[in-house]
């Protein structure tokens, strides 16, 4: 149970570093444009610029945890053989037929719940540019937030499964 939620953990910290990163750049793209428009000073771009490369740095290192983890898992399970399977779903044991059906049922919900929330979540896309003055920035944190749904979604439900 320890392995899983420390993969999941580690998936959406890699998934909100991604987000957080195209907001940067999305940011710095956005200012650079209104710099080259002659919309603000040289001195307020300089200012209010972010250092991209910090946060590119940050995904990177989270990047490599994860997959360095979710490796470390598959060789110590299989001999040091890797096999594709484990590695997209490190947590569980091929052996165990139990083990295999709340994995298959968890899985189910998870994708049930993403495609569920998906119609909200476009509904609020048509919504959006009238309430918030940078829909863009909406849109990547929204997109965000689909596959952490599904990730928690997943746990949770393996976790209550595992446990009758």
Do not use: C, W
Not at 126 to 153: K, Q, W
Request: no cysteine; aromatic share 12%.
């Amino acid at each position: 149970m320890r392995i899983l939620t420390v993969t999941v953990i580690l998936r959406i910290l890699l998934i909100i570093s991604f987000a957080v990163l195209a907001f940067v750049n999305l940011k710095n793209n956005q200012l650079s444009d209104m710099f080259l428009n002659k919309e603000i000073s040289f001195d307020y771009y300089r200012e209010n610029r972010i250092n991209a490369g910090f946060y590119g740095l940050i995904a990177i290192i989270i990047g490599m945890i994860n997959s360095s983890y979710t490796q470390h898992l598959s060789k110590k399970r299989n001999n040091g053989r890797i096999k594709m399977r484990e590695v997209v779903i490190p947590e569980m044991t091929h052996e165990d037929e139990r083990e295999s059906e709340i994995t298959g049922k968890s899985a189910k919900a998870a994708f049930s719940v993403i495609v569920v929330f998906t119609i909200p979540l476009l509904i609020s896309f048509s919504m959006i540019p009238y309430a918030i003055h940078s829909p863009l920035n909406y849109a990547i944190f929204a997109i965000a937030i689909l596959p952490i749904v599904g990730f928690i979604t997943y746990l949770i439900t393996y976790k209550v499964l595992y446990s009758k």
